[in-house]
């Protein structure tokens, strides 16, 4: 075992099972994980086969955001878990939640590290990690992501870690730099996507390191979604936006950094600069997908910053095979980091991010169907959207095979106000809304981003609101 | 006229109706101000005179927030100003707007510069601006705010000054510290609130400076609103909370930087703290009330900085009398400095501001009376709201004189939404809504906030929402 580089800790190796006796229930436990990267795939389903036999485990749960079936799906058909923070999109978990037997309070995901530290979920007892390698002074090389990782062994009072060898060494792709807690916060110094600033292993007292698992689990990794015709448009219409915007001379002739959401769309869109001719651009983001891969290898990504490598397992093996060259082009950090309001504005990041709906205002639902269902959460988009130098929604006009128009009067759920939404765009056209007025917003809205078959009823929604409304700021919910 | 250091710059003295005659029409105006404080009085005026006397002049009017009644008033019954950003608080310009005469958009304080700089209102023309002082190398010490004057005039084709006498000369009280654009920007080192990063004056290309009218108009200045019953409930109730979370540990025995919004509860808040027997504290706000001073005074607050001093006369002339002493303990910065979400983030300010109405997800109405009538703006709000280490929103319970109840299923148009307000106060009682549920921070709204009268409806509301949807993660508008 030449992962473990302390012999002391070598003699701490056990089995998932006895390392899931170690967990009190009714505590509070962080895990490691990511979007499916990186997160503890063996003692999870030993916590659950406890609660199956009947114990009362009554756990929070503590991620650095989404994670694989084996962790959210098997502890949460268990019944394992009664809170749940701060982000999720696991299917059995998602319904748990909406039939309100789990307790679930959506968080940005840049935030989550200075509440756990501050105490505000309570104290942490146990962190269980993922690692690719735990050095000689117990410090710990996570695998595919880093998420909150750093602060939740900061904090735990024990760790347990999965030591999973289907994942390569992966020392050097790390930048582990946690900020102290104010009055003692001093500048986060990234100044440029690939500045590193800490360290490459999360710090960690060995004598609280209390069992290590040995594990060849591999992540369940990413989805691998090809554009189709929608989202191909949309991306088309983000990237013609993006060149207006250089020629106007709103944008610098290399772009700032990007930042783009997880799934379709946002591959979509990365598939879409590939071929634009573009090179030497950087992502400053929390999740980097599959395409990024090939964009490093074109040269049109020169450098990508995340917080989680969420590849598809053919991209996971091509990662493993060339980490040498890759890890020289692509650093994870903390989320606290990725996602931090400082650095993204001192970028001046370009944030790309998926609506449910969006409304007549600019207003953006990102969380719920119909205000009281919830999809996944608002993860990161709070994050880059509040701070970015540019924030772009991307929607398709509209849902269910064309039947509901995802521009719509009032958004059912506000996750992001019309004071954070520069541009919106669908695959109808983008409408820069900066500097307009409501009306204008609601008028270009219509005209440039709904479907045309939803065009004359919004509009008749705007003429009833011209005629019955005393005052003419802003568009009420009529009924 | 010895404010004026340089004898180039002294030959170029003219009246407000000369200065005013080199506004071209349909071209964008920027001036100094913030909220009543600092803003140009005299050419604004000679402005409106030239609108009245049939010129259409189509400006747009850019300040760093509200201004005075001789500026934005004047201008708006004048029918000088077709666009305005970005926010106001002025009777005749807020009839305007709502009216759909005026165009106007609201926009984060803390943002505008930057979006000046980019571009995204077009060119800025003119910068009208007071002073208290211009030195040899055409600088601009200003008067009782910075706002975006130092964008505004670093952006301008030309500049108006408006040497002011009624105030002294107020140089070594501001601090100019202007971000450069990405990717050339840096850390802004303010690690502490009294921390002085930039130069004493506005750095301006005597060139640029065209004209230099002379004026000895005070500033209006802002309110002296004492505490009343309600206000002063709430004040009490936010005491409490903020040494109930010392006490738990979650807050400092010295409490991190506090911003207090302007107004009654402002006051009132700032009084209850003054009596609390905290000593030593500070203040990372954008706008500095009267009660600052006797605060100051009394040893509660240690320093002070704020992008304006909103002082009633009385307090200004008490200000001026003492200025050698107060300017070390308060500075003035640029709005992109004072409501910096980076330098908020790493203080960890307890933001604290005021609602229109709140709803029991925990959506902050700051902006709009039903959906459609806006009062005065977001301003800073969400620049503090989103990036604070402590975001509390208080409100009275109820308006109208109890006939309708702030506290609401749904409010009528979202500025911060749930994700962002960590605690909600009124005069009834605090609801720490950090880490719950949308239905665990319905009820807590309900029981902990709202007025005793109106609870029986809004648990009637949750009793609804509770068996009419199937899904259980969410609050949405019934029917």
């Not at 962790?71 to 748990?96: I, M, W």
């Not at 942490?124 to 990782?149: F, H, K, W, Y």
Request: proline share 6%; net charge negative; aromatic share 4%.
């Amino acid at each position: 075992m030449d992962r473990i580089k302390s012999e002391e800790l070598k003699k701490k190796i056990c089995s998932a099972e006895e390392a899931a006796a170690l967990v009190t229930p009714g505590t509070v436990v962080g895990v490691s994980g990511f979007t499916s990267a990186g997160y503890p795939k063996l003692v999870p389903g030993a916590l659950a086969k406890r609660a199956e036999s009947g114990e009362d485990m009554r756990l929070t749960l503590i991620s650095g955001a989404s994670v694989g079936d084996e962790l959210d799906g098997a502890l949460a058909r268990s019944g394992a878990v009664a809170r749940r923070y701060p982000y999720q999109s696991n299917k059995s978990l998602r319904a748990a939640i909406n039939e309100g037997k789990i307790a679930y309070a959506d968080i940005h995901l840049g935030q989550l590290s200075r509440l756990v530290r501050t105490g505000v979920f309570g104290p942490v007892d146990t962190a269980i990690v993922e690692a690719s390698a735990i050095l000689e002074d117990g410090s710990i090389v996570p695998t595919m992501c880093v998420g909150s990782a750093d602060t939740l062994v900061q904090c735990a009072r024990q760790v347990i870690v999965e030591l999973n060898t289907a994942v390569p060494d992966l020392t050097g792709l790390h930048d582990i730099y946690t900020p102290q807690m104010p009055p003692h916060t001093k500048p986060i110094p990234i100044c440029h996507v690939s500045d590193r600033i800490g360290q490459p292993s999360i710090p960690c007292d060995p004598a609280k390191i209390c069992v290590i698992v040995l594990s060849e689990t591999p992540d369940a990794g990413g989805p691998g979604t090809a554009p189709d015709e929608v989202t191909g448009r949309i991306a088309r219409n983000l990237v013609a936006f993006l060149k207006g915007e250089q020629a106007a001379g709103r944008l610098s002739d290399l772009l700032p950094p990007l930042q783009s959401g997880v799934g379709g769309t946002g591959n979509a869109i990365l598939s879409e600069l590939a071929h634009s001719g573009m090179q030497g651009l950087s992502l400053y983001s929390e999740v980097l997908q599959s395409a990024v891969l090939d964009m490093i290898d074109s040269g049109t990504v020169a450098f990508a910053s995340g917080s989680a490598l969420s590849f598809t397992p053919e991209y996971q093996q091509k990662f493993y095979e060339n980490f040498e060259e890759y890890r020289k082009k692509i650093v994870l950090r903390p989320q606290e980091i990725s996602n931090s309001g400082e650095v993204i504005a001192r970028l001046g990041v370009i944030a790309i991010n998926t609506a449910i709906e969006a409304d007549l205002s600019g207003n953006v639902n990102s969380t719920h169907i119909g205000g009281s269902r919830l999809m996944n959460g608002i993860g990161g988009s709070g994050d880059y959207a509040r701070n970015a130098g540019l924030t772009v929604f991307v929607t398709p006009a509209t849902a269910k095979n064309g039947a509901l128009s995802c521009i719509v009067p009032w958004v059912s759920h506000v996750d992001h106000t019309e004071h954070d939404t520069d541009v919106l765009i669908t695959e109808y056209g983008a409408a820069d809304l900066r500097g307009k007025t409501p009306y204008e917003r609601a008028d270009l809205i219509i005209e440039t981003c709904a479907a045309p078959t939803f065009r004359p009823q919004l509009r008749e929604y705007m003429e009833r609101v011209k005629k019955e409304c005393r005052d003419h700021h802003g568009i009420p919910v009529l009924k």
